[in-house]
């Protein structure tokens, strides 16, 4: 033993340039594999940290004009005020309008690009989240009532007791209800303030595409099965509310888990991801490695 390890020394000393490049190329060859296998792992993981993420879906509707086929991510409002009903398979519903980055007001102070949300009040039957204050199942029940995020909070108040307290946004006074924990990076859409669908009212009157549609589908059901009697349902209502069009309609659900990647939609409601980039930086972390 003390031969071999006598002679593991002379090895080295007489190579200790060649030792030099050969350790420094595995270093740095095992940390870019690694930065791009975390990068993969976090662009699998969207929207997984929510629970009962395998039964929520996300309804998207198919057009085709002139040969030309799209597919939007957003429908209309019947797709939440009476498809539901039709369906025994969900268990809720929510649609959500996007309100843009807008400036928000709190007495004097004015703070810009604060991502706003509408939404309906069962987004938290739908997409769980860390609740610090309030009360998530009441917080959107009613006009100008507002949940927002820790981050925002701090920034408004400085603290999270908050709920009571005003602000505005276009002249329209909100109250908060609610202070939650701000979503993860790795979710397909995000907000500051997360503000009552009933604060638009005008909003159940529109007749077009205008609400990112979300169904949590019971637990005893089969979802494709269900799916496609969403899909058949809303393609129904498509082609009676547009027959003066020549338009052929369709619908298309989406797993939740599946949207920033797999999605097929024209956009998002948020983040877009590529699998191809993904499948792409995989093979080359994979390849990286076995050259070091």
């Known amino acids: 033993m003390k031969k071999l390890i006598r002679n593991l020394l002379r090895s080295i000393n007489r190579n200790k340039g060649f030792l030099f490049i050969n350790i420094t190329g595995l270093a740095i060859g095992l940390a870019v594999s690694l930065m791009l296998l975390l990068f993969v792992a976090t ?24 040969g030309q086929r799209s597919i939007d991510p957003i429908c209309l409002r019947e797709a939440y005020t009476d498809l539901p009903s039709k369906i025994p398979g969900i268990e809720s519903s929510v649609q959500i309008y996007r309100g843009w ?10 703070f810009q690009d604060i991502g706003l949300l509408y939404a309906d009040p069962e987004y938290f039957n739908i997409f769980s989240m860390d609740v610090i204050s309030g009360n998530p199942s009441l917080a959107i029940k009613e006009p100008n009532t507002a949940v927002i995020t820790d981050k925002l909070a701090e920034k408004l108040y400085g603290n999270l007791e908050v709920v009571g307290k005003t602000f505005l946004i276009q002249e329209q006074i909100f109250t908060v209800t609610a202070v939650v924990k701000e979503l993860p990076a790795n979710t397909h ?3 500051d303030v ?3 669908m009933k ?3 005008y909003l159940d009157n529109l007749g077009g595409l205008e609400f990112f549609t979300y169904y949590l589908l019971r637990s005893d059901v089969s979802l494709p099965v269900t799916c496609e009697e969403i899909n058949r349902t809303y393609t129904a209502s498509l082609k009676e509310g547009f027959s003066e069009f020549d338009i052929r309609f369709g619908s298309v659900t989406v797993k ?24 792409i930086l995989a093979g080359l972390a994979m390849l990286i490695l076995l050259l070091a």
């Open 43 to 66: 662009e699998l993981s969207y929207d997984h940290h929510f629970a009962n993420k395998e039964r929520i879906v996300q309804l998207n509707t198919e057009w085709t004009e002139d």
């Open 189 to 191: 859409f995000s907000f």
């Open 256 to 279: 939740l888990t599946d949207i920033y990647l797999h999605s097929k939609a024209e956009f998002s409601l948020g983040n877009r991801g590529s699998v191809e980039s993904v499948l």
């Open 101 to 110: 980055n807008v400036e928000l007001t709190r007495e004097k102070d004015r």
């Open 194 to 196: 997360l503000a009552s």
């Open 199 to 201: 604060s638009l009212p």
